[in-house]
């Protein structure tokens, strides 16, 4: 029986890892080779677990420490265990084994034994092989050349990516099995079966050629490189294959050829002679140099007239005899002056000299010659010359040397311009006529030279020629490098190439100047006034034929003023004609001043005129001008130291009511004149009575309306305007009124029209201004300094240039301050002319004045110029505040209204409250200022007075 004594010999020399652990896997003992793998003492293993010795995971992504205790619970249960684990020595390292577990009963105690065999070693050559079959792998299947592998019967056993790509397949198993045929093209698989048994015989085949055909249809071009494979006793077992693929190396190949066979063609059928001439050599070392020709080209053959082969091998000194060369004077040259010989030669490179050939037939030919040397070897051993035959270039040259002394010599001025209108030349006379040299008009259009006096019609006839029947005569207006414009003759024509495509147009022109001036003088001197330069009767009737043509077509209104000079027979009588020539000499401009230039102005004889007013909207319109006529006519005139006056009678007639045509428009017309003679003269007389009674009142008024003015009759009422919140007053409107002496009160509607119209609003509006500020300068010196001043501005004073001027002087005179005066304008005036409006109303907020706009809501305002007005006030218009307690639209539009003026940071003033109810509502919605009946109506300065006096006592 073996004792303990040799157990434990054995356990210690075991060359395997042995640690005994107890039921919880602590190692209780271990031998040598324990310590030795885990790189510890006994002392150190003793005590420990397999996991301490482990790291945390192993290679196969398991936990270290529940792996280790799914072992033991194995063995615990009776069952061995044998697996790979990975242990970590003390020095951190890391080693590879093979361990197996067995359980151990010992008496009493059950123990379980740990053997690990160290297998690192193993581990890492195993890791290398399988590296190194991945790298080779790798390499096979990136390798850039296509690789097959077929067996004995060309069936293909592997191939990699390149030849996937060759063939356009994407998977191998795809093609493994596969006979390489079905890649083949049929005039190919010959070539394999002649192949294939020398290939397997020798072991080897270089270079075979073979057409492949793509997945996609695609013909490739490959040469094979490949070996046999064989095994153990020397069968043939596969072969292995690189494919070259020489597609482009073929075509490339196949075009050299084409390209080489193109270029002998192009040297033969070229239309240049081309001769190759050599030097001699041995001429060369016999210091007698010779060249002769070693090939010419077809046109060289031809051009000298010589055989087919006439010129092969000739030497160009003994040719000089057959085939003369002269210069371009004429006589000979020798043939150290030839190109080509020079070429071959010196190694000259020769450009562009024109020489005369003279061929066996005795013709002249005229030749542009190029050569240049040809290098072999580095060294200048033959020649080339290149020898275009320009005779007939020379011919059309001469020709064309000829056309353009005619086109330099000529006496027209003459344009020539490319297809697209573009000059391309001009000559001498055009440069004369314009004034412009070619250079600053090359590549311009004719049309720079356009004065725009002539009609869009006649350019459009023009084309319209020119594309009929290439030629255009007729005149055009251009003008001159200095400015000044000239009427000329041109006629134009298309110039078209053989095939009929139009490539120039060509104009020549004559200047017409005098002649034209000859012309519209006549033409002048038949349509008008020689005395006044109006145009005369005969004129007057085809335009009125057209402006009434006009008229009915647009539905407007046409008046015929009748003008006659009351006793103009007085003047003649008593200071001769010739001062009553330049008295009417004087009448028409004043005329022309007080009408449009759509308008027609006439003199029909003697003191008789006639304006025809064109596209009027309302018959009335004529009153004002026919008031206006009346007036500049009655002013004095200065004729040869007199002053003379002359008052005038007008008679108007209005299209369509008083007549349909010209006769009967300036009948009734006529007749109103006489009617307005019979009136007593110096007045307007309509032809129709209705017209004339509003006709009359109209000028009636503005005549007053100037007494008015000048006596005083005019006078301001104030209205009082109230603070929002409590009602109380915070300053006062001035609003004009004008009592008449016979009339009565005239309403505002009507007067301050008639004064807008005729031009006294200004003087109007500066009275009107300056009794307000003298009127709130006396108010304030009551103490009622509180009290501001709100003025209207109208559209004419707003456009006056003297405004801000007028209102600084204004406000000084009554030393006010800009704070205390607002000024109004409309809303339509404002948005009328935005960007003037917004100029000057920024000069008068300098002042400090504030600013309004009145009658807000009525117009079409632009929100954007809204902002960029410098207006601190919106007044809200009466139409919106009347019904605003029973219109629910007109509530909205005020809310609306107030809620956008104060987010502008714009006070509203609302006008036309005359009910609590609407005070309520625009107290509400915090209307800043409140004006209407409810707080008062416009009243005389005093009235007022007395009526803040008595309060102010009141409250006292």
Not at 341 to 365: N, S, W, Y
Not at 461 to 478: N, Q, V
Not at 649 to 678: E, N, R
Not at 903 to 919: D, F, I, N
Request: charged share 25%; glycine share 6%.
């Amino acid at each position: 029986m073996i004792d303990q004594a040799y157990y434990h010999a054995l356990f210690t020399a075991a060359g395997d890892a042995m640690v005994v652990c107890d039921d919880a896997g602590c190692a209780v003992d271990c031998n040598p080779a324990a310590c030795t793998l885990l790189a510890c003492t006994r002392e150190q293993l003793l005590g420990t677990t397999l996991v301490d010795w482990s790291p945390p995971v192993q290679p196969d992504g398991s936990d270290s420490a529940v792996r280790a205790a799914e072992v033991f619970a194995r063995v615990q249960a009776g069952k061995a265990a044998s697996f790979e684990w990975v242990n970590r020595r003390l020095d951190g390292s890391l080693v590879h084994t093979d361990v197996s577990v067995r359980r151990v009963v010992q008496g009493a105690k059950t123990l379980s034994i740990v053997i690990s065999r160290n297998t690192t070693e193993r581990v890492q050559a195993q890791r290398l092989l399988q590296e190194s079959e991945e790298r080779f792998r790798t390499l096979f299947e990136q390798a850039p050349l296509p690789y097959q592998s077929l067996d004995m019967g060309a069936n293909i056993l592997t191939v990699n990516h390149a030849w996937l790509r060759l063939m356009g397949e994407t998977r191998r198993e795809d093609v493994v099995g596969k006979s390489i045929t079905d890649y083949l093209d049929e005039e190919s698989v010959p070539t394999l079966a002649e192949n294939f048994p020398q290939f397997v015989r020798s072991g080897s085949v270089q270079g075979p050629v073979f057409d492949v055909r793509a997945r996609d249809g695609a013909m490739r071009r490959v040469t094979v490189t490949g070996r046999i494979g064989y095994d153990a006793e020397g069968n043939a077992l596969r072969t292995h294959c690189i494919l070259n693929d020489i597609t482009e190396r073929s075509q490339i190949e196949a075009e050299r050829a084409e390209a080489l066979a193109f270029m002998h063609t192009v040297f033969d059928q070229s239309p240049s002679s081309i001769v190759v001439a050599d030097a001699v050599e041995s001429r060369l070392e016999s210091g007698t140099p010779e060249v002769r020709i070693r090939m010419a080209n077809q046109e060289a053959v031809r051009l000298r007239a010589a055989q087919p082969d006439g010129l092969a091998g000739v030497n160009l000194a003994q040719a000089l005899g057959k085939w003369p060369v002269l210069r371009r004077d004429g006589s000979p040259c020798p043939v150290s002056e030839l190109p080509l010989f020079r070429a071959v030669l010196k190694g000259e490179t020769v450009h562009g000299e024109e020489f005369i050939l003279r061929d066996e037939a005795g013709r002249d030919h005229w030749v542009l010659a190029n050569a240049a040397p040809i290098l072999r070897d580095g060294r200048v051993k033959s020649g080339i010359a290149v020898v275009h035959d320009i005779t007939a270039q020379k011919e059309a040259q001469a020709e064309l040397n000829l056309y353009a002394r005619i086109f330099a010599n000529s006496g027209e001025a003459i344009v020539i311009t490319d297809q697209n209108n573009c000059i391309v030349a001009i000559n001498p006379a055009f440069t004369r006529l314009t004034g412009f040299e070619i250079d600053e008009l090359r590549g311009q259009n004719p049309r720079v030279l356009a004065s725009g006096r002539t009609p869009g019609e006649t350019y459009r006839s023009l084309w319209s020629h020119l594309k009929e029947s290439d030629f255009w005569l007729g005149e055009l207006w251009d003008r001159h490098k200095d400015g000044s414009e000239h009427p000329k003759s041109a006629a134009i024509s298309a110039i078209r190439d053989e095939r009929g495509v139009i490539t120039h147009y060509m104009a020549s022109c004559v200047d017409i100047t005098e002649r034209k001036a000859a012309q519209e003088r006549v033409e002048y001197l038949a349509r008008h006034d020689v005395l006044t330069g109006l145009i005369n009767r005969h004129d007057l009737e085809s335009r009125m034929e057209q402006a009434l043509r006009f008229a009915l077509r647009d539905g407007t209104k046409l008046a015929v003023m009748f003008i006659d000079l009351d006793r103009f027979k007085t003047v003649n009588d008593s200071l001769g004609h010739q001062v009553g020539d330049r008295l009417l000499a004087q009448v028409a401009p004043r005329l022309l001043a007080c009408v449009r230039d759509s308008d027609i102005v006439a003199r029909l004889g003697g003191d008789e005129f006639v304006v025809v007013l064109t596209d009027l909207s309302a018959a009335l319109d004529a009153a004002t001008i026919a008031g206006a006529i009346l007036q500049r006519l009655a002013e004095p005139y200065q004729v040869q130291g007199h002053t003379l006056s002359s008052s005038t009678s007008i008679g108007v007639s209005v299209f369509p009511q008083d007549g349909t045509d010209t006769t009967s428009l300036m009948k009734a017309a006529d007749t109103a004149m006489y009617h307005a003679k019979a009136q007593g003269r110096n007045n307007v007389q309509f032809f129709t009575a209705s017209m004339n009674v509003e006709v009359q009142e109209r000028l009636m008024l503005e005549r007053d309306l100037r007494v008015a003015l000048r006596e005083r009759q005019l006078s301001v009422h104030y209205q009082p305007k109230v603070l929002g919140s409590d009602a109380s007053v915070c300053g006062v409107e001035a609003l004009v009124r004008w009592r008449h002496p016979t009339l009565g009160m005239v309403s505002p509607l009507k007067f301050i029209v008639i004064a807008e119209e005729s031009g006294l609003i200004d003087e109007l509006g500066q009275w009107v201004l300056n009794e307000a500020c003298r009127q709130l300068a006396a108010w304030h010196a009551l103490g009622w300094r509180h009290l501001s001043m709100a003025v209207n501005l109208s559209a004419h004073q707003l456009r006056a240039p003297d405004l801000v001027t007028m209102v600084s002087a204004t406000l000084a005179r009554h030393a006010l301050a800009g704070a205390d005066l607002e000024l109004e304008v409309t809303e339509s005036v404002a948005m009328a002319d935005p960007e003037r409006a917004i100029g000057r109303l920024q000069q008068l907020r300098a002042l400090g004045v504030a600013l309004a706009i009145d009658d807000f809501g009525t117009g079409y305002s632009s929100l954007a110029y809204l902002k960029l007005l410098p207006i601190q006030t919106l007044k809200l218009d009466r139409a919106f505040v009347r019904d605003i307690e029973s219109d629910e639209n007109d509530a909205a539009i005020s809310a609306a209204t107030l809620a956008l003026a104060h987010s502008l940071g714009l006070s509203v003033v609302a006008e036309g409250v005359e009910t609590p109810g609407q005070r309520a509502f625009l107290s509400q919605h915090r209307c800043d200022v409140l004006q209407g009946y409810l707080f008062g109506r416009p009243e005389p300065a005093e009235t007022w007075t007395a009526r803040w006096a008595q309060q102010q006592q009141r409250d006292a």
